[in-house]
T-cell receptor, first 113, second 108 residues
Framework: NAGVTQTPKFQVLKTGQSMTLQCAQD?????MSWYRQDPGMGLRLIHY???????DQGEVPNGYNVSRSTTEDFPLRLLSAAPSQTSVYFC????????????FGNGTRLTVT | AQRVTQPEKLLSVFKGAPVELKCNYS??????LFWYVQYSRQRLQLLLR??SRESIKGFTADLNKGETSFHLKKPFAQEEDSAMYYC??????????FGSGTQLTVLP
């Protein structure tokens, strides 16, 4: 069972560069989300999606774009990376039913210099 | 706005001692509370949720609406319990809000 798969595991970018963090799930989950994890701040929601074609902003959306063209994939785009975006990024999915648990990917550690 | 507070960033206990990880929340409606755990080099995973009234790996958590708390407890800590623990809340919008986490270390 693959579950939630994130790529890459590690990435180093220079300020101003762009990149896409990939996330795929094979559980036919409707709900997908992106979090960033920073020391002392826990996990903060960036963007989320309740189904294909539907996305919405979370707590810290600035500097990030998402799209949801298929149920399986939910990529996160950084259009112009900044040092403040240095973080560990987690993708998560759930069935979308009330109070269903989130299934997390292994994370992507991003460093912006 | 919904908020989750975990006042302890670090918590150390000796093996066999009781452990309590504190979690307080603010939410205007009726929230659902969760505890997630991240063991070293593993992905974040659900430990338990209030709605299930369950005990997982000896851990329990009781929702106290009067004190708006959902503390995680275990009577006898084990070394394998060492991990990062996150309390989380979800309301009607289905967005999950996490606390800042507590790093638990169980000493031998």
């Amino acid at each position: 069972n693959a579950g939630v798969t994130q790529t890459p595991k590690f990435q180093v970018l220079k300020t101003g560069q762009s990149m896409t963090l990939q996330c795929a799930q094979d559980m036919n989950h409707e709900y997908m989300s992106w979090y960033r994890q920073d020391p002392g701040m826990g996990l903060r929601l960036i963007h989320y999606s309740v189904g294909a074609g539907i996305t919405d902003q979370g707590e810290v959306p600035n500097g990030y774009n998402v799209s949801r063209s298929t149920t399986e994939d939910f990529p996160l785009r950084l259009l112009s990376a900044a040092p403040s975006q240095t973080s560990v990024y987690f993708c998560a999915s759930s069935s979308g039913q009330a109070y269903s648990p989130l299934h997390f990917g292994n994370g992507t550690r991003l460093t912006v210099t | 706005a919904q908020r989750v507070t975990q006042p302890e960033k670090l918590l150390s206990v000796f093996k066999g001692a009781p452990v309590e990880l504190k979690c307080n929340y603010s939410y205007s409606g009726s929230p659902e509370l969760f505890w997630y755990v991240q063991y070293s080099r593993q992905r974040l995973q659900l430990l338990l949720r209030h709605i299930s009234r369950e005990s997982i790996k000896g851990f329990t958590a009781d929702l106290n609406k009067g004190e708006t708390s959902f503390h995680l407890k275990k009577p006898f800590a084990q070394e394998e319990d060492s991990a990062m623990y996150y309390c989380a809340l979800t309301g009607s919008a289905r967005q999950l809000t996490f606390g800042s986490g507590t790093q638990l270390t169980v000493l031998p």
